[in-house]
C-alpha cells in the first residue's frame, strides 16, 4: 500500500487548528516581560502626552502673530508650571518638553525665526497654527486600549508602559518544552564518539532555535531504540506543553517513537507531508501535551522547525502572530525543484535579492549549508523551474510573524 501524504498547505492549517492557545497567566514586572504575550488588553492610564507641551526649543505664540515682533515675557522650562499670562504682542520663551501655557497655540523653534535680541524675536511671515505643539492626548487618549491581547512584548512597548506608570502586567505562562532525541548511535557532544556513532546536535540547535524565537526548552534526553523503553520515556513527557521530538518517525523497523506516542494515548493530526526535504513529519496531541515529530536529520529538523513548529509554538503561547512574513526578491541564480511536492530551498536574501544554497544541490543530512543560508523559498508543487530574475517570495530565519495569512508558494 502506497501511503498518501499530505498536502503542505493543509498539514500546516490542521496543525494550527488543533493548536489550542494556554489560558495559564502570571503578572511580571515590565523589565522581565520582554518576548511574552500579553494576556488580557492593557488600557491607557493617562493622556499621552498628558499635558500640552513643545516638541522643539523656541518660542510659544499664538499663531496669528505672525509676522511681527514680539516681547518674550517668560521663558518656560521643562517641568515648569505657568499659567497664562500674555499681553498682545507678547510671547514665551520655551524649551522642549516644557508644558505649553493655554494662551499659545504654536511653537516656532529658534531656528526659524528672523531674529532674536534683547528678548525681542521676529517671527516669520508663514507660520502654521500647531506647529511643534504636542497636543495632550495625541498619542494615546485615557482609557484606550494600548496594546492588545495576544501582543508580543518588545522594548518599545515597554518603553510606552513605563511612561504610564504601569510596572507589572499580566502574561500568559510561558510554554514548558520538553527536545527529545532518538537513536542509540548518537552521543553527545562531551562524549567520545567512534567512526559509527554520531553527535547529537540535533537538540542543540532546535533549543538555540526556540531560545532566539523567544521560548524557554528543556533537553530531555536520548530515547533508545527500543518500544517499551520509548513507551516508558514518553509517559513521563505529559507533564510538559509541548514536546518536540527529531528522528524515529519514518517508515523503519526500529522507529518506535510515533508507536510509542500512540500507545500514550496520542490522537494523530497528521503524519506525512508532500515536501522536501520533511516528509515524515507528524504532530497530534496527547491530551494536554501538543506533540511535534520532526525528522532526524539535522537540516529537515531545522527547516520543519521554521516552517511548522514556530507557528504553531506561537498560537499555544497566545500570540496572535502565527503566520510567516514574507519577502520579496529578485532570484540571482536559475534553480530546478521537483515536481509533484512542496520544496524548500535555501538560499541567501541580502539587498533585496535572493541566491540560492549550492544550486540547490545539496542532501537533507548536512549541517554547515543551514550555516551558508538565511532564508528559504518555499516552491509550488506544479513549479519544476525557477528562473533567473524572477521574483520569489522568501520567508527569511528571523523573520517577524503576522496575524493574517499571505501566500507562501512561489
Same mark, same amino acid.
Given at each position: ?56 526649543? /523656541? ?24 499659567? $497664562? ?12 518638553? $516644557? ?42 487618549? $485615557?482609557?484606550?486600549?494600548? +496594546?492588545? !491581547? ?23 505562562? !510561558? ?7 532518538? /537513536? ?73 517513537? =510515533?508507536?510509542? +506516542? ?9 503524519? &506525512? ?44 503561547? =497566545? ?20 515536481? /509533484? ?16 544554497? %549550492? ?5 537533507? &543530512? ?17 513549479? +519544476? ?7 520569489? %517570495? ?17
Amino acid at each position: 500500500m502506497i501511503k498518501q501524504y499530505l498536502d503542505f498547505d493543509i498539514a500546516l492549517s490542521k496543525a494550527l487548528k488543533y493548536a489550542n492557545s494556554t489560558y495559564f497567566t502570571e503578572i511580571v514586572n515590565i523589565e522581565d516581560s520582554l518576548e511574552r504575550v500579553i494576556s488580557s488588553d492593557i488600557v491607557c492610564v493617562k493622556n499621552l502626552p498628558s499635558f500640552n507641551n513643545s516638541a522643539m526649543d /523656541g518660542f510659544a505664540i499664538k499663531a496669528n502673530d505672525a509676522a511681527k515682533t514680539l516681547k518674550v515675557k517668560k521663558v518656560i522650562f521643562a517641568g515648569d508650571n505657568v499659567e $497664562a499670562c500674555l499681553s498682545k504682542n507678547e510671547c514665551y520663551k520655551i524649551m522642549t518638553g $516644557a508644558k505649553v501655557p493655554s494662551d499659545v497655540d504654536t511653537i516656532i523653534p529658534i531656528e526659524d525665526v528672523i531674529s532674536f535680541e534683547n528678548d525681542e524675536v521676529t517671527i516669520n511671515e508663514k507660520v502654521k497654527k500647531g506647529s511643534c505643539l504636542r497636543v495632550k492626548g495625541e498619542e494615546k487618549a $485615557a482609557d484606550e486600549i494600548l +496594546f492588545k !491581547k495576544g501582543e508580543e512584548i518588545t522594548s518599545s512597548k515597554i518603553a510606552v508602559l513605563a511612561s504610564q506608570g504601569i510596572t507589572k502586567i499580566k502574561v500568559y505562562k !510561558k510554554l514548558s518544552i520538553a527536545v527529545v532525541s532518538t /537513536g542509540n548511535e548518537l552521543k553527545e557532544p562531551w562524549e567520545f564518539a567512534n567512526e559509527d556513532e554520531i553527535y547529537n546536535c540535533n537538540s542543540y540547535a532546535l533549543i538555540s532555535l526556540l531560545n532566539e524565537k523567544g521560548f524557554d526548552a528543556t533537553y530531555t534526553g536520548v530515547v533508545p531504540d527500543s518500544l517499551e523503553d520509548s513507551i516508558t520515556f514518553v509517559k513521563n513527557l505529559a507533564s510538559y506543553d509541548v514536546v518536540i521530538t527529531t528522528g524515529g518517525i519514518s517508515m523503519g523497523d526500529a522507529d518506535f517513537v =510515533g508507536r510509542a +506516542f500512540l500507545e500514550n494515548g496520542l490522537e494523530t493530526i497528521f503524519h &506525512g507531508v508532500n515536501i522536501k526535504p520533511g516528509r515524515p513529519i507528524m504532530m497530534g496531541k496527547m491530551k494536554n501535551t501538543f506533540v511535534m515529530c520532526l525528522p532526524g536529520n539535522p537540516l529537515t529538523a531545522m527547516v520543519n522547525m521554521h516552517l511548522f513548529a514556530i507557528p504553531v509554538l506561537n498560537k499555544i503561547q =497566545g500570540c496572535k502572530d502565527i503566520y510567516h512574513d514574507i519577502t520579496l526578491a529578485v532570484n540571482k541564480q536559475k534553480f530546478n525543484t521537483k515536481q /509533484g511536492r512542496v520544496n524548500v530551498v535555501l538560499g541567501s536574501c541580502d539587498k533585496g535579492e535572493f541566491k540560492v544554497t %549550492r544550486n540547490n544541490k545539496y542532501g537533507s &543530512g548536512m549541517i554547515t549549508v543551514l550555516d551558508e543560508s538565511n532564508c528559504i523559498v518555499v516552491t509550488n508543487p506544479e513549479r +519544476f523551474e525557477t528562473k533567473e530574475d524572477e521574483m520569489v %517570495r522568501v520567508i527569511k530565519f528571523n523573520c517577524s510573524y503576522l496575524n493574517e495569512q499571505t501566500n507562501i508558494f512561489n
